[in-house]
């Protein structure tokens, strides 16, 4: 055999040897490839990134407007408004402070309590068509209150205190003149167009925490 024939034969076997590791190293892949994918699909391992997920949060909740205060209607007299003040916070006595705050200004305080689940705000004020004017005569005496339309007949109002009550906007800073009219707040809803809601049963006070409060006696106009 010629020195040219040998060379040819040792690149041939060269070339054929770099295709056997080549194609070896493929199947080697494939291979693990597969078992990987057998794994995952049978739930013996698990992706981070699949455990994570691909979604994003789904975004939170948007609340429902407030419905509007009745077209021209005035703050009412304090001791107009009858209002049961109620503690869904874990906080003791919470209720029974705001409710001889609440005294102190004319209010009628029908009485206070525990109720559950927790309000995740300040304060949910509830009430029936007929107490509108009442419900934002005692809104004024708070920031960041959620307004609540209920099924209720008689005008009167609930305050249930929520995980983020600080307490009451000082009373010389209540903003609320006898002669102009309620503020609709932007963005709510008329009264006969309001989402009516069904009212929260009230749990029972627990080891004197929210008790009963005195009603208020003396007629007390809104403050300026």
């Known amino acids: 055999m010629s020195d040219l024939d040998r060379a040819r ?12 590791v080549i194609f070896g190293v493929l199947l080697a892949g494939l291979a ?3 078992l990987g994918a057998t794994a995952v699909y049978t739930g013996s391992v698990s992706l981070p990134f699949v455990a994570r ?16 205060p009745p077209a021209g209607a005035l703050p009412l007299a304090y001791n107009q408004v009858t209002v049961t003040v ?22 009628v305080v029908a009485g206070s309590g525990n109720t559950q689940p927790a309000f995740e705000g300040v304060a949910r ?14 809104a004024a005496q708070l920031e960041g209150e ?7 007949e008689d005008p009167s109002v609930d305050m249930t205190l929520g995980t983020q009550f600080a307490e009451l906007t000082p009373a010389d800073q ?13 963005g709510c809803v008329p009264l006969d167009q309001a989402a009516v809601e069904t009212p929260e049963p009230e ?11 005195p009603a208020g006696t003396e007629e007390q106009a809104p403050q300026g």
């Open 9 to 20: 034969a040792l690149r041939r076997r060269h070339m054929h040897e770099r295709q056997a």
């Open 32 to 34: 693990v490839a597969g």
């Open 53 to 68: 997920g691909f979604s994003t949060a789904p975004p939170p909740p948007v609340p429902d407007p407030d419905p509007c």
């Open 86 to 107: 109620l503690n869904s916070t874990s906080r003791v006595g919470l209720a029974g402070g705001a409710a001889a705050e609440l005294t102190q200004r004319g209010f």
């Open 125 to 138: 004020i509830s009430f029936g068509v007929a107490g509108a004017a009442a419900a934002y005569t005692l």
């Open 146 to 152: 959620d307004l609540h339309l209920v099924a209720r």
């Open 174 to 186: 209540v903003v609320l003149d006898p002669s102009v009219p309620l503020v609709a707040p932007e």
């Open 203 to 213: 749990t029972p006070a627990a080891d004197g925490a929210g008790e009963e409060a």
